[in-house]
């Protein structure tokens, strides 16, 4: 089992998206990389403590390899918007790769160039090691298998897109 922090937006979303995705064993809200030990929600939305809301996975390698799951992750977000997704503005809701080992950092840095290649540009997904995380509350853990009609940046497009997208694979044995 290996460990990546995901930061896409509103940590509900990206959460359920991750969580679908076979080889992904266990997904957690959180906080990550703020100035704050502990903080509250509060403390991230409206005290400006850093953070970004992030979503831990830890995923079977074997099963998923790092640059697949980035790949995936990619589909859910906007990775040229700083700062934004859908309707979440704020230095909280910025796109990030949060690693703990050099050897993920590096994946990532790759998955990123390639990314920057496909999109024709420059790529706002910040990629820096993990200096701290803390788990969020929880009532945003699961939060929209608990409220499936709660907010979402993320649309059924996308998650449908998901869907398609691992069919496509299972179908090529890939």
Request: hydrophobic content about 30%; some cysteine.
């Amino acid at each position: 089992m290996k460990r990546i922090y995901l930061a896409g937006g509103c940590f509900w979303g990206v959460e359920k998206y991750l969580s679908l995705i076979p080889g992904v064993l266990r997904t957690e809200t959180g906080y990550a990389n703020g100035e704050v030990e502990n903080p509250t929600y509060e403390d991230v939305r409206y005290r400006e403590s850093g953070h970004a809301e992030t979503v831990l996975v830890e995923y079977d390698p074997a099963r998923l390899p790092l640059p697949l799951l980035l790949d995936v992750f990619y589909r859910a977000i906007d990775p040229t918007s700083v700062d934004k997704q859908g309707e979440d503005e704020g230095r909280q809701y910025r796109t990030g790769i949060y690693y703990e080992d050099e050897e993920d950092g590096e994946a990532a840095r790759a998955s990123l160039a390639a990314l920057a290649g496909r999109v024709g540009g420059e790529v706002a997904v910040e990629r820096v090691r993990l200096r701290n995380y803390w788990p969020a509350e929880e009532y945003h853990q699961k939060y929209l298998d608990k409220n499936p009609n709660g907010y979402c940046h993320i649309g059924q497009e996308e998650f449908d897109a998901l869907r398609g997208y691992l069919d496509g694979l299972a179908e090529t044995g890939g």
